[in-house]
DNA sequence: ATCTGCGGGACAAAAAATGACCAGCCACAG
DNA sequence: CTGTGGCTGGTCATTTTTTGTCCCGCAGAT
């Protein structure tokens, strides 16, 4: 397998390009169907022309067929964008990558996903895509799962399959509210999972950045009590991973506690914790919900982030040693392996 | 693998036309190297200026070298045409074709190069190489091996790479002499061979198409009658397989006789048989060298044969049941299973 | 009714592939 | 020693393919 992709790739790399190129409109198109041919260029930074020849043949293929709302797949081309999106990752050697991912961070499993979300914002829709199949396996019957806020984990949200049948779990928010957005809530993100698969769901009602005073005061509320004895009693937890700084400042900090935080050696935070590079921890945030004592008892503790970008706060966070499973993409992967081979020399 | 060629048909069909266009050079070169683009052209049947320009990316790619007598395979281009020769078999489905042909001619073991002998002389050559290869397989210390004239197996003997140290083994002309061409009789294929492999070889200078009564007083020879028998205690032949017909015209017989020949049935000849699409013997001729009553005691009995023209003659001759080895084509492979095909209904 | 985004047609410009030469070089045969 | 033939590499006009752009009519949404 490995010899006759070098094989074509020394004899042919053209066509490898070509193939690539394929599989990424078919991504797209599987992805935002149905779609028209001059959406679909703009998403992908190439020439109109260039997609509709594409789009033409794919169609003569069989693998798409377009009525007057835009293009979409045919049974046939689902079918297919399973069995490219394998070999795809043969191609760049992910697979590869996510075994040595896998050992050098000790985990317990790992998922890259093809491309860099940075660049392509569809790449994240596949992480979410990758990290709603994990959840659906790992998933039993009075399962709790816990989740966070932030985009990556909302796409994980949007990528749960509607389900016809009521499914026995109980899905909660990790921590309490942060920032403005709605969609991006951990209450929203766990309600529409709840949704999707007809489970049910609790909320909590907290902001995230709070007093240390407020936390004591509420936790006498009984309802609240009772929730967050629930999400500590959770097993399974999906959560972003984030810029310590980006979200210094979205906590709403002010300039000189996020330089603060920085200068201490915070890279990486996760679920009200700041990370620092050889993972340990540089700050927490006392607000209510899942803490870093808790994950022990917490079977799949499932990190989903990705993007070059995000690699150092990744490997941060991860490097606590407290994660089982880790869903990235192919830029922050690739990122992380070159700061860990930097960082050793 | 059989489905990531499907696969790959479908989303990229231009990769494998280029693919074999590009291993279909480098097969030329290897075999004429060092060859002049123009001398390629013409043999590919390609343009100058598309030779040139696979010849520059080959170059590119570091698979081939140039110097002032023409183009070479670098080492790696060296290793690398093994590989993709077994790819482009795979491409083609000829490994399916083999093991088809295996099982419903009840055969040992069957090889079948890509192409067809009939169109491209090339192929030729690669079956003499496959069949040397099968040959230096099977070989071991004391092996007595025969082998007939023609051109294919002229070829065989081209293909025996030559030796550095000497092989003990024997090598004796299956049969007498036939034609007036020098190169394809048995004596001078079974001399290059030998010579090749260090071994030593005997000589049978006896014509193939002779009087019976001629048989008997050169039987009386001892010289001859100690190479006959050294001849029929061989354990591998290799033979080619003819067409009745023409065999019979170049025998020498007169039209009356090859006409009376083929309404008699015959399709197929080897080493002096003649033989009837079933297998069944319609005519011997009573030389000197091997018979078929002998090959039950021969190991490896292989048979060299390829092109669309002869399947009809290899279908016959291996229907006999005495064959353990075919070596062949894909144009007479692919013309064999049609025939076997047709015939059932 | 208007507006937006769709497929499909059309066409010129740009780029790439191709065919056809020529010059200079080297090896080899006579 | 010289002519001959085959080789590479350069060049250029021509053909073919690819690419960028615009327009049109249409269907569904607003």
Known sequence: MRDIITLQQKIAPELIEL???RYTILRHVSHSQPVGRRSLANSLKLGERIVRTELDFLKEQGLLESNMSGVK???EGEYLIHQLSDFVKHLRGIH???TRLRERLGLGHVVVVPGNSDEDELVKKE???AAARYLLEVMRGGSIIAVTGGTTVGE???AVPVSHYPHNVLVVPARGGLGEEVEIQANTIAAKIAKKLMASYRLLHVPDNIAED???SLSKDPHIREIT???KSADILIHGIGNAQELSVSRGDSPEETRQLIRAGAVGEAFGHYFARDGTIVKTIHSLGVRLSDLKHINHVIGVAGGRRKAGAILAVVSNRHETVLVTDEGAGRAIL???DGGER
Request: charged share 35%; glycine share 4%; no cysteine.
């Open 338 to 340: 070159e700061q860990m």
């Open 229 to 231: 004895r629930t999400i």
């Open 19 to 21: 193939l690539e190129r």
């Open 73 to 75: 797949l045919t049974a």
């Open 96 to 98: 590869e990558m996510e």
């Open 127 to 129: 992480m979410g895509r």
């Open 214 to 216: 407020a936390v004591k």
């Open 156 to 158: 994980v949200a949007n």
